[in-house]
């Protein structure tokens, strides 16, 4: 008897403390990233991805004017990584592409692996030198919510 093909299991990375950089408000947000990364499906990847990109433009709002408030050395660098991301990931979903299962996983890998180098590495520099600079406890960040435009725009700070 012939098995069916086996479907790869998902790529999935869980949140781990291991990843907190110790400013709650950002440690809190990259958990629910990691989250929302790991319901990337395809029979609901629309909705998600929406869901998604909205709380990355949210998170990097926050995260940024965390950095700029605080005079952040790197913050102009780091300014330049998110317009990276948000260029990559724009050019990935403007690819006109169906998505598969094969597409979905491919995006769920991309982003885990994003998050994880960049928190790893340059958010955890801002945390450190955060605290060093301003102690353990950074203010919560709110950003008044601008008109409704496209996850794009609002991923580039066009919104």
């Known amino acids: 008897m012939t098995e069916a093909p086996k479907t790869p299991a998902p790529f999935v990375v869980a949140w781990r403390d291991g990843f907190k950089i110790n400013v709650p408000q950002v440690d809190r ?44 050395p790197g913050f102009a660098d780091h300014l330049k990584l998110h ?11 403007g690819s006109g592409e169906a998505w598969s299962e094969e ?6 890998r991309f982003l885990n692996k994003w998050l994880i180098g960049h ?3 340059h958010d955890l520099r801002f945390g450190n030198w955060y605290r060093e600079h301003h102690g353990d406890a950074p203010p919560e960040v709110v950003v ?5 435009v496209g996850w794009f725009d609002r991923l580039l700070g066009r919104g």
């Open 119 to 121: 928190i790893m590495t």
């Open 29 to 72: 947000e990259h958990m629910h990233l990691f989250e929302l990364v790991k319901a990337l499906e395809l029979a609901s990847i629309e909705a998600t991805v929406d869901e998604l990109l909205d709380y990355v433009v949210t998170h990097f709002t926050h995260e940024q004017k965390l950095m700029e408030d605080s005079r952040y």
């Open 103 to 108: 597409r979905v996983q491919e995006l769920r």
């Open 144 to 148: 008044a919510p601008k008109k409704k």
């Open 83 to 93: 317009e990276a991301f948000a260029a990559t990931v724009a050019d990935f979903l």
